[in-house]
């Protein structure tokens, strides 16, 4: 209590430095257009807004709010493996700004809880403040986006130097999404397509698992590599939830379905299992993505394709190994 008291206390001094310091609008949409404010974030940090974090940068702005249950912890998850795939360029050129719509709740506590459930790496803050100067920054962004009511599932891209927007949907195709990012700047963009030809993307290392199943559009594979492989692998360990290798034969099929079709419902109704999921992993909750019970279905049978999958590429895996090579 006392350290969030300390925090609008700073907060007001930032603010009180901030109108002292302002200055007059250069381009645009930057400057004068983007709010000044002061914000903090996941690591108490307190930025302006403008100033600090985009000036003179491209950035990425996601919208969140960590008590999200439902589609909003999937476009933290996907910018995660965006991330990744962007590599070093994040914190570079390229910064990830995710600002809460709910700060209030949202203390710079709970961020960095969040932020660290989803392993994001340098280059990536996420921004609370006092609620009515995260209101003027979220009303000033959704001019661009144009009707907040989708400002959860829209990703913003902005250049401040050559002050170009853009947007892109957090469901794209995540080597597409980076691609866009890598577009905002022009001058780089050639460099890094050739590197993209060269290098194997962490993508690719990212979906491997999905690739193990050479039946290509098997039923739930898209759906599985859309909406769980941001959070779930199949063999390759906890990523944000559980490693699901084997989950048919460690949980009952029924029980499968149930939880996929509304794993919400399941806590709240006092399941043991989903209450002890829950407990295991406090800051992230499996999200409820309104799956039919057949799509539940498909994919509870593609993650046992994958795990039948993965148990063989252990095998073939160990045979290629360094370990093994007398
Ligand atoms: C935003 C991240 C996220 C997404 C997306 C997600 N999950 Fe989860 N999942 C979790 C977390 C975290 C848990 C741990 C339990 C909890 O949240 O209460 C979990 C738990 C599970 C469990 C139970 C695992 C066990 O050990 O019993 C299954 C099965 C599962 N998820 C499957 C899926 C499938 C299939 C999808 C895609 C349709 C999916 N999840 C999408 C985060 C996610």
């Known amino acids: 209590m006392l350290r969030l008291r300390l925090t609008f206390a700073a907060l007001v001094l930032a603010a009180l430095l901030g109108s002292i310091t302002s200055s007059k609008a250069q381009s645009p949409w930057g400057e004068g257009y983007l709010p000044n404010v002061p914000v903090i974030s996941q690591n108490g940090e307190i930025f302006k807004f403008y100033e600090d974090l985009v000036k003179e940068k491209t950035v990425v702005i996601s919208f969140i709010f960590t008590s999200c249950r439902d589609i909003c912890p999937i476009v933290t998850a996907r910018l995660a493996q965006v991330q990744d795939i962007l590599g070093d360029k994040v914190g570079r050129e390229?910064?990830?700004?995710?600002?809460?719509?709910?700060?209030?709740?949202?203390?710079?506590?709970?961020?960095?809880?969040?932020?660290?459930?989803?392993?994001?790496?340098?280059?990536?803050?996420?921004?609370t403040g006092k609620p009515e100067d995260m209101h003027l920054?979220?009303?000033?962004?959704?001019?661009?986006?144009?009707?907040?009511?989708?400002?959860?599932?829209?990703?913003?891209?902005?250049?401040?130097?050559?002050?170009?927007?853009?947007?892109?949907?957090?469901?794209?195709?995540?080597?597409?999404?980076?691609?866009?990012?890598?577009?905002?700047?022009?001058?780089?963009?050639?460099?890094?397509?050739?590197?993209?030809?060269?290098?194997?993307?962490?993508?690719?290392s990212l979906n491997s698992v999905t690739d193990l199943s050479t039946a290509a559009g098997l039923p739930g594979q898209h759906l599985f590599i859309k909406t769980c492989a941001a959070c779930h692998t199949v063999g390759r360990g906890i990523k944000i939830g559980p490693d699901l290798l084997d989950i048919s034969s460690r949980r009952p099929k029924d029980w499968i379905v149930r939880y996929l079709v509304d794993p919400q419902k399941m806590r709240a109704e006092g399941d043991p299992a989903a209450l002890d999921l829950a407990a295991r992993y406090p800051a992230v909750r499996m999200?409820?993505?309104?799956?039919?019970?057949?799509?539940?279905?498909?994919?509870?049978?593609?993650?046992?394709?994958?795990?039948?999958?993965?148990?063989?590429?252990?095998?073939?895996?160990?045979?290629?190994?360094?370990?093994?090579?007398?």
């Open 287 to 326: 999200p409820t993505l309104s799956l039919s019970e057949n799509d539940a279905a498909d994919l509870t049978s593609y993650i046992a394709a994958l795990s039948y999958g993965a148990r063989a590429d252990q095998q073939v895996g160990h045979a290629h190994s360094g370990h093994d090579h007398h």
């Open 94 to 127: 390229i910064f990830f700004l995710s600002i809460s719509v709910d700060p209030v709740v949202d203390t710079p506590e709970k961020l960095r809880d969040y932020a660290s459930a989803f392993g994001v790496g340098r280059g990536w803050t996420f921004l």
């Open 137 to 204: 920054i979220r009303n000033k962004l959704g001019e661009r986006i144009r009707g907040l009511s989708d400002h959860s599932n829209t990703l913003l891209l902005y250049n401040d130097r050559t002050s170009e927007w853009s947007k892109d949907s957090p469901f794209s195709d995540i080597n597409s999404i980076a691609i866009n990012i890598k577009s905002m700047n022009p001058d780089s963009v050639r460099v890094h397509d050739e590197q993209a030809r060269s290098a194997p993307s962490a993508s690719a």
